[in-house]
């Protein structure tokens, strides 16, 4: 063997293993960032969605100074870049209520990162509940079932059809949500829900068709398990138990509705039901819409039953059950 070629072997044998060694370590270093992540990925997602709020402000900002750009009136131009910038204040500080709201429900949820295991073969055929399968008590997913609520003027009308939609492998039962106020529909939802062979309720999406006058005005809040990162979440726990504190949806921006078990033996009436002692009573609320607060009443074989707004009083009731 050439001793020139051989040195110079060396020498690349040594680079190369300086350059592996670089890479592993870089590697490393990696692996321990990532999880650094994973140890707060509950606060990082929150700072992340932060950012992302910010620049969304900032985008709607110039988009609004871009249409005023398009008045022929010099003073309506004015109004409106000052209208544009009111906005974005407006945005920058929801984004600060959210960002806290986020955090706080770090501390109730972890910082574990949300990545709830979805196996089809744990789930059971949504046409068999009701049936051959035992529903969950407080979300009764039986087929051909309706409930009709009351808030004010508002009508809704929620019924589970036979119908069903695979989503992640799952097959998911496909229930109806219509609200209709003073005659007029106003909103029209497509829910899917599909229970776990435990008796817990997953939710995996909506398509919220949102009217004004009769005419379609947007889709705001829909989203589907698996479509841009969304995830199921729990709809309803099989056994619930005081402070239990889960997801029920996740879209970052879009949904992102959590539970709080507050009680198992509230009391509640209501036209088409009543409960004494034996209700189930949650607190529902969501860090993108700062102000929802609800506490929700189930009754144990009958269901949903009660929405009671703290902050106003107002009512959402039961008046009727179709089976």
């Not at 293993?17 to 997602?45: E, F, I, P, Y």
Request: charged fraction near 20%; hydrophobic fraction near 40%.
């Amino acid at each position: 063997m050439n001793v020139r070629n051989s040195k110079k072997s060396v020498l690349r044998l040594g680079a190369l293993t300086a350059a592996m060694l670089s890479a592993l370590a870089g590697s490393a270093n990696a692996d321990v960032q990532t999880a650094k992540r994973h140890v707060r990925a509950c606060s990082q997602t929150a700072h992340a969605a932060f950012s992302a709020c910010g620049y969304e402000a900032i985008d709607d900002l110039y988009l609004a100074r871009a249409n005023c750009l398009n008045l022929a009136d010099q003073n309506a131009v004015a109004q409106c870049n000052s209208d544009a910038s009111e906005a974005r204040q407006d945005q920058h500080q929801e984004c600060d209520v959210q960002h806290a709201g986020r955090l706080d429900l770090c501390e109730d949820l972890g910082e574990a990162p949300y990545a709830p295991p979805i196996d089809p073969t744990n789930f059971v055929d949504p046409t068999e509940i009701g049936a051959s399968v035992t529903p969950n008590p407080y979300f009764l997913l039986v087929p051909g079932r309706t409930m009709v609520y009351q808030d004010g003027s508002e009508i809704i009308t929620v019924e589970v059809t036979d119908e069903t939609r695979e989503i992640l492998g799952v097959t998911c039962a496909v229930v109806r949500d219509i609200v209709i106020d003073d005659g007029v529909i106003i909103e029209d939802t497509t829910d899917w829900y599909a229970q776990d062979l435990a008796g817990n309720v997953w939710y995996f999406g909506e398509i919220a068709q949102n009217f004004e006058d009769g005419i379609l005005v947007d889709v705001e809040g829909s989203w589907v398990a698996g479509v841009d990162s969304a995830k199921p979440g729990i709809a309803m726990l099989a056994h619930p138990a005081v402070e239990d504190t889960y997801r029920q949806e996740f879209a970052l921006g879009t949904a992102e509705d959590t539970a709080e078990v507050l009680s198992i033996t509230a009391s509640a009436t209501v036209p088409a039901a009543n409960c004494v002692n034996t209700c189930l009573q949650t607190e529902d609320s969501s860090p993108i819409i700062p102000d929802l607060l609800e506490h929700k009443f189930y009754q144990p074989g009958v269901g949903f039953i009660l929405e009671i707004k703290p902050e106003t009083g107002e009512r959402l009731e039961l008046v009727e059950i179709r089976e």
